[in-house]
């Protein structure tokens, strides 16, 4: 069976450790979402790519779900020692050595869809692990500030906004992904989100190949905004699985009307769709999902999600173990199935 995995970050990552357990012979290829990638103190850092190769290599922060295990910070504490941020962003000693050997490798003219393979030869994910595409995307977020001139984490901005208007009268700014959703924590109203270079990126070698080769595509329940929303902006991805003929079957990152974890809530209200397992399904069609699974506290949205056009089922949706996980994957894969059927 061969599975493509559109994954964003911790969702996502922790969906593929339960995906392997329930089809270990399975071959996967997950593509994973470049957008939230930041450019730090001369490095190139690859949050989701890094969340899934720790997760399934067997070095992630098992509590925290992004970062390395057994982390220390001696570096960061010098660098701040030194007055040199941001100290919003929470890169430690063990991970930093990955951001150096990513971007020595970029920096020799390596492409990110080569560097990542060389990375993975470490860790072992058993996956395929591919970029979304080896061209520069950043997600950027358009967010008014409060009028208060703080920066919603009680720090005073300056004077000048962008365009020489007043911080203080609440204007809006553009911030990338990360200052929003990790310095901020999505606490200041968001109006758009946009991934910056998007438009003009290609998929990475191997993407396209991946889609029209496979047997399923599954969306886990990752952000379903600057995840695998970032990935499907990419030009050719959403067309390559529309066209796949093969089952596409989405599990619902939101549960009760909020998100399993994190805030997807703030940006899907700034791409104006509520927050509902029913108004997600929506929100990718029924031109690009088969399939669409929620959780049983969501039941009631069947009827809706099938009205659509995309064929619904009812199932738990927690991942609190690896076991609950596969049994996720195995309704995900039994829905595709029906699909195929």
Request: glycine share 12%.
């Amino acid at each position: 069976m061969r599975i493509v995995v559109l994954a964003g970050g911790i969702g996502g990552a922790r969906f593929l450790r339960g995906l392997k357990k329930a089809v270990p012979d399975a071959e996967i290829t997950v593509i994973g979402n470049t957008g939230d990638d930041i450019h730090l103190f001369g490095l190139r850092v690859c949050p989701d790519l890094d969340t899934v190769m720790y997760t399934l290599g067997g070095g992630i922060n098992e509590e925290q779900g992004w970062g390395r295990t057994d982390e220390t910070f001696h570096l960061k504490e010098e660098l701040a020692a030194y007055g040199v941020g941001p100290d919003w962003f929470g890169l430690g000693d063990r991970d930093f050595a990955t951001h150096v050997v990513r971007t020595q490798m970029l920096g020799a003219g390596y492409p990110l869809s080569a560097v990542t393979e060389a990375l993975c030869d470490r860790w072992q994910p058993g996956v395929r692990l591919i970029p979304m595409t080896d061209d520069r995307v950043e997600t950027h977020v358009a967010v008014t500030l409060p009028p208060d001139g703080t920066d919603g984490t009680g720090v005073t901005e300056g004077t000048e906004g962008p365009g020489g208007r007043s911080a203080a009268g609440g204007e809006q700014r553009a911030v990338h992904f990360q200052e929003y959703w990790v310095r901020l924590r999505a606490s200041v109203p968001a109006h758009a989100v946009v991934p910056v270079g998007a438009d003009r990126a290609k998929p990475a070698p191997g993407v396209l190949e991946a889609i029209a080769e496979a047997d399923t595509v599954l969306f886990p329940p990752s952000n379903p905004v600057v995840s695998i929303g970032t990935i499907l902006a990419v030009p050719g991805i959403r067309e390559a699985i529309a066209d796949a003929g093969v089952p596409v079957v989405g599990l619902s990152p939101i549960v009760g009307g909020s998100p399993v974890r994190g805030m997807a809530d703030k940006v899907l209200a700034a791409v104006g769709v509520e927050s509902t397992a029913a108004a997600v399904a929506e929100h990718y069609g029924s031109g690009l999902l088969d399939g669409w699974l929620v959780d049983t506290v969501d039941a009631a949205a069947v009827e809706r999600v099938t009205a659509a056009g995309i064929r619904c089922r009812a199932v738990p949706l927690m991942m609190t173990d690896v076991d609950a996980t596969a049994r996720m994957a195995g309704e995900a894969l039994a829905l595709a199935d029906e699909v195929r059927a």
